[in-house]
């Protein structure tokens, strides 16, 4: 990561009271539906979505799951998630802390979904996370993010290069396929974001 | 390049959000094989791709594939009719009326050198399914890929007409054009018959528009110069 783990926190508790409304560009949103589309829980199955945020993929997929898990690193965000959960009476979502290569759950994930949250992550680091996502041995992992389908590109609008390190496809598709998934879809969403659907064998 | 969808009803996604996501992808056009679905077709000319106005026919036998591929003709651009038991492959390929015979060996159908040949002197495209190979895994995929490679040599010996499909039944099973090639190539396909199963689509229905406009009376007769409107 390009800073430190609490200096993202904290960044990110800041921005959290208006995320929700800052964050609406066609392509996050296009990404998002699509996480959310391709994750298709069923009624008794956990979902666990890791760079919750302000708990928008998690509540979305709170109504069709038996239950859903988010998680984050920053209080400010978690904080927000959960004011959502009470203002629209989902009970079946539970926030907290936990981190990519530390996600603190101790249940069985049948799911875990991530979107736009992984490409804070150094590629090495993104390596790591995917193992222990696959240790978690989900029987799909949905990865949406900012991701680089023809080569590295700065000029992308969608992020910030003192902050985020996104991959390319092609390193995100490694590393995934070497921690023993198979890439069953991926969606081009835009030439800098994109949607990875990674199932177990 | 097209791809056949099962649009809303019979699929998840509307025509309106394949044609949309099908554009992003590259492809010049949808198939919309409807059974229960009814696009607005007016409505969708304004797609970001050609949106064909077909129907996928399935029936139980011959007698009542017969009376609908019969009665739905005049009215849609291309016609389908759904295989799968020998009766049934062995009807669409004998009737040029079907353009494309789909799945014919999904039921437990056989394919064979008669009705390879059948296909060729008829004009009835054989479908190659490739939903099963995108979507399904161990034995039924295995089982899947021996029976494209079986109807493969029978299409090659025989020169029969064919298209390529994944069958999406959501946009969510949409794979663009170079995804269909890399696979078709990895179950044994050269690229290029994969472009042209999958530009055969369009090839279909323009001769069909081409048929049934106003300016087609007859194979080799065209409404011309030396007639006027009254």
Redesign the interface.
């Known amino acids: 990561m390009k800073k430190t783990l609490e200096e993202h926190a904290e960044r990110f508790s800041n921005l959290a009271a208006e995320y929700d409304d800052e964050q609406s560009s066609p392509e996050y949103r296009a990404c998002a539906d699509l996480v959310v589309a391709h994750a298709d829980p069923g009624p008794d199955e956990t979902v666990l979505d890791l760079g919750t945020g302000t708990g928008a993929i998690a509540l979305a997929l709170a109504a069709d799951a038996g239950r859903v898990l988010g998680r984050d690193i920053s209080d400010g965000m978690l904080d927000e998630a959960r004011r959502k959960a009470d203002d629209r009476n989902r009970s079946n979502v539970a926030f907290g802390e936990g981190r990519f290569r530390d996600p603190n759950v101790d249940e069985p994930v049948d799911l875990v979904v991530s979107n736009f949250a992984m490409h804070h992550l150094s590629d090495a680091e993104k390596r790591e996370a995917i193992e222990a996502i696959a240790d978690l041995n989900p029987r799909r992992f949905v990865l949406g993010d900012v991701t680089f389908f023809d080569g590295k590109d700065v000029e992308s609008g969608v992020y910030d290069p003192e902050v985020d390190d996104p991959a390319t496809v092609g390193v995100l598709a490694d590393a995934l396929t070497d921690a023993g998934f198979v890439l069953t879809a991926v969606e081009r969403v835009s030439d800098g974001v994109g949607v990875l659907v990674a199932d177990r064998p | 390049m097209y791809e056949a969808v099962h649009a809303h009803p019979d699929g998840e996604s509307t025509a309106a959000r394949f044609a949309r996501d099908a554009a ?2 590259g492809f010049e056009g949808v198939v919309v094989r409807a059974r229960g679905a009814d696009p607005d077709y007016e409505a969708l000319a304004a797609a970001p791709v050609d949106v064909v106005d077909a129907v996928e026919v399935v029936a139980s036998g011959p007698e009542q594939a017969s009376g609908t591929v019969g009665s739905v003709r005049p009215d849609h651009t291309l016609v389908c009719l759904r295989g799968g038991t020998d009766a049934l492959n062995r009807f669409a390929v004998e009737h040029e009326r079907v353009d494309v015979l789909t799945r014919p060996m999904a039921g437990g159908g056989g394919f064979n050198h008669v009705l390879a040949r059948s296909a060729a002197d008829n004009g009835v495209r054989v479908e190659f399914d490739f939903g099963p190979v ?2 399904s ?1 161990g034995g039924p995929r295995v089982k899947a890929l021996g029976r494209l490679r079986t109807l493969r040599e029978l299409v090659a010996h025989y020169d029969a007409p064919y298209v390529v499909s994944a069958n999406p039944t959501s946009h ?1 099973h949409l ?2 054009p170079r ?1 269909l090639v890399a696979v078709g190539e990895e179950a044994g396909f050269a690229a290029e018959w994969v472009r042209a199963g999958l530009r055969e689509w369009g090839v279909v229905a323009e001769r069909n528009r081409e048929r049934q406009s106003e300016s087609f009376i007859g194979p080799g007769v065209e409404r011309g110069r030396y007639e006027k409107d009254p």
Do not use: A, P
């Open positions: 992003r992808m995108l979507r895994t969510l794979r663009g995804e």
